[in-house]
């Protein structure tokens, strides 16, 4: 590139000043014209790039279904994070809100992924900028927690451009890390499960049934239309229905890698740990899922794994939010997870399966299943006297053999069995509890 300060001048000249100005301003000029193409190059590289990528996105989504969380995202506001675990379906969610836009505003909205090449070279703010100036209004970022500094960038991005809406996809171990802390003000969170029973139903099977309360539930207010016989759909569920990727086939293989992926990367990445304590998690999670249930332990947990007792509690937390374990906690804090930790299950009956195999305790399953289908809608704690309690009422968990024994002196006490097609007053099938989502 021509530069004018470099011509050397003879002071006797006097219209060297003349000539000088007006090299300066040729060169000015030059530069203009250069940094211009060059914004035109990567703004193209932009267009071409992240405009193609969330086409033939769009283009493999389909909309004859949608996830039970859809319906109760504030899609309008101005920052949105939506998280969970691998599989669950949340990219899938928010290109298919992208789909059913008007075209009008599909104009005006960007969908990139965290993970894509182009963000070697680009990053989140330079992208919404120009996003913005073009006259971008809707930016949906997916697996936002695969991008370095992401929490700082999207503050910078909210606090820029008040006329932009984004909507965020991040792991569900993000929001008990510090990176949630500069957006806590800012972004309404919200998490997501995977499949309920009911999902499941209308998923792979097509058929289609109405939520049900925890009232319709202890009612026996449960048919399914079509379904005479709903035990042997249940059975499909528990094994391989709770993941919305088992459309997709080799559905073991997959939950491997699901379980891999978050106990070895996902995890050790957002809590600063070495790969080496990553596989000590996945240990972990296998002594978990050999137990019926697990009863926490630090002393015995942590001997067997080789770390120091006190990280334990800090491990099943992080497996917790990952969506690997459920921690059953005592009537003293429930959800909230206030009160101490009674049983640690795995977070889903497919899980146990991926795990275990064949050789899954049966009694483990069901007591799985509860606590996973309830802890959505219902505040599930532990009971004194049998397996769960939702309020004021007790739930004893069972196969063909379980009785009244436990709960016989007990109030709005049941017993729930997984041999039931339908409730027969106070003794419940298990699979109705998979209808509460």
């Known amino acids: 590139m021509f530069a004018p300060w470099k011509v050397q001048m003879n002071p006797e000249y006097a219209p060297w000043k003349v000539h000088f100005v007006v090299l300066y301003a040729l060169w000015r000029v030059q530069t203009l014209l250069w940094n211009q193409l060059r914004r035109y190059k990567n703004n193209t590289d932009m267009d071409i790039t992240l405009v193609n990528f969330m086409n033939e996105q769009l283009s493999l989504v389909s909309l004859d279904f949608k996830r039970y969380m859809y319906e109760k995202l504030p899609w309008e506001a101005r920052l949105v994070g939506l998280m969970g ?62 991008y370095d500094g992401w929490s700082r960038e999207l503050k910078q991005i909210y606090d820029s451009h008040p006329e932009l809406h984004i909507f965020f996809t991040g792991s569900s171990v993000l929001d008990i890390l510090e990176g949630e802390a500069d957006l806590s003000r800012r972004a309404l969170l919200f998490d997501m499960q995977g499949l309920s029973f009911r999902e499941y139903l209308e998923l792979f099977h097509g058929i289609k049934t109405p939520v049900r309360s925890l009232e319709d539930v202890l009612d026996g207010n449960t048919r399914i239309e079509g379904i005479l016989h709903p035990i042997p759909l249940f059975n499909k569920y528990l094994r391989e229905g709770y993941y919305p990727f088992a459309e997709e086939g080799y559905v073991q293989q997959r939950l491997q890698q699901v379980v891999r992926l978050t106990m070895e990367v996902d995890i050790p990445q957002f809590a600063n740990m070495s790969p080496a304590t990553g596989k000590k998690l996945r240990r972990m999670l296998t002594i978990i899922a050999g137990n019926v249930p697990y009863k926490p332990e630090a002393t015995g947990l942590a001997n067997e794994i080789k770390v120091s007792r006190n990280d334990i509690p800090t491990y099943l937390l992080y497996m917790e939010k990952a969506g690997m374990i459920g921690q059953l906690r005592d009537e003293t804090g429930g959800m909230r997870g206030l009160g101490k930790v009674e049983k640690v299950y795995l977070d889903n009956t497919n899980l146990i399966y991926a795990i275990s195999g064949e050789n899954a305790n049966i009694g483990n399953v069901r007591e799985t299943f509860f606590y996973n289908q309830t802890r959505l809608a219902c505040d599930v704690t532990s009971s004194k006297v049998s397996d769960f309690a939702i309020g004021k009422y007790t739930f004893e968990i069972g196969g063909a053999k379980k009785s009244h024994r436990q709960i016989r002196d007990v109030e709005n006490a049941f017993v729930v069995r997984d041999d039931m097609e339908y409730a027969n007053g106070d003794i419940l099938p298990l699979w109705s509890f998979g209808l509460l989502y």
């Open 85 to 146: 675990p691998r599989g669950v379906g949340k990219s899938t969610m928010i290109l298919q809100r992208i789909k059913e836009m008007a075209e009008a505003d599909q104009q005006q909205t960007l969908y990139i992924s965290a993970d894509h090449s182009y963000f070697t070279t680009h990053t989140f703010v330079d992208t919404a900028d120009e996003f913005v100036r073009e006259g971008g209004k809707w930016l949906f970022i997916d697996e936002v927690h695969k």
